[in-house]
C-alpha cells in the first residue's frame, strides 16, 4: 500500500533483458539499513519487490527488482534504460501519514501526454487515458500518475486534466515528459470498486 507522495528519485543504473523478465538495478538516496530483501517499493508507480540491496559510495543505495512479463506489458516499465529516473516509494508503514491518497501499486493501464503547459506557478497536463479505465477518473477526484497522487481538475471524454505544484514537479519525473510520453495510470481505489459494485447489480 502506498500513497502517492514521491520519497525519492531514482536512477537506473543496470537493465538486464531476458525473455518475459527485466531486472533493474536503482540507485537511490535511500538509507539501505532500512530497505530489506522482500520489501515492496513503488517504482514509478508499480510497486516491485526488491530482490538484492548494497550500499553506495558516499551514501545511498542500489537495489535490484524483477519485472515479470505481464508488468512489462501494461506498465511502461519496459521502455527503461540506464540513465533514467524513476520515481519511487516505500511501502507504507503503520503510523505513517496518509499525505496523497490510498494507492495500491497496481497499475490499471498507459495513459499518453497530449499537452504540457505553465499554469501561473505550476504546470497543467493534460493526458489521454485508456479507454478501458477512463470512466474510473472523474472531476476532484484522485489519480496516480507515474506514481505521483494528484487531483483530477477536469475531464473530458477520455482526456483529463491535472495541475501540477511547483515542489512536485521539482522532486518527480513529471518534469521530464513531454507530449506524446507515456505514463502508468492508476485510479482511485474507491472509483474501481464503485464501478465494479454498479457492474455487479446490473448483471443481476
Not at 537506473?12 to 533483458?17: I, K, N, T
Not at 515492496?40 to 508499480?46: F, R
Not at 516491485?48 to 512489462?72: F, W
Request: one cysteine or more; a negative charge; hydrophobic letters at 45%.
Amino acid at each position: 500500500m502506498f500513497t502517492g507522495i514521491v520519497t525519492a528519485l531514482g536512477e537506473v543504473r543496470g537493465a538486464e533483458r531476458a525473455p518475459g523478465l527485466l531486472r533493474l538495478t536503482i540507485e537511490s538516496a535511500y538509507d539501505p539499513a532500512g530497505v530489506e530483501i522482500g520489501a515492496s517499493i513503488a517504482h514509478d508507480g508499480c510497486c516491485l519487490t526488491v530482490v538484492e540491496t548494497a550500499s553506495r559510495p558516499g551514501g545511498g543505495m542500489r537495489h535490484v527488482v524483477e519485472v515479470a512479463a505481464e508488468s512489462l506489458a501494461l506498465t511502461t516499465l519496459g521502455a527503461l534504460a540506464v540513465g533514467d529516473k524513476v520515481n519511487l516509494e516505500r511501502s507504507l508503514r503503520i503510523g505513517d501519514e496518509l499525505g496523497g491518497h490510498m494507492v495500491l501499486g497496481h497499475v490499471d493501464g498507459v495513459g499518453e501526454v497530449v499537452s504540457l503547459m505553465r499554469d501561473g506557478e505550476g504546470w497543467r497536463l493534460n493526458i489521454r487515458a485508456p479507454h478501458d479505465i477512463a470512466h474510473l477518473i472523474a472531476a476532484k477526484g484522485s489519480i496516480a500518475v507515474a506514481g505521483v497522487s494528484l487531483t483530477v481538475n477536469e475531464v473530458n471524454a477520455e482526456v483529463f486534466g491535472v495541475l501540477i505544484i511547483p515542489h512536485t514537479w521539482s522532486v518527480t519525473t513529471l518534469s521530464r515528459l513531454g507530449v506524446g510520453d507515456k505514463v502508468n495510470l492508476e485510479a482511485d481505489m474507491m472509483a474501481r470498486y464503485a464501478a465494479r459494485l454498479i457492474e455487479a447489480r446490473r448483471n443481476h
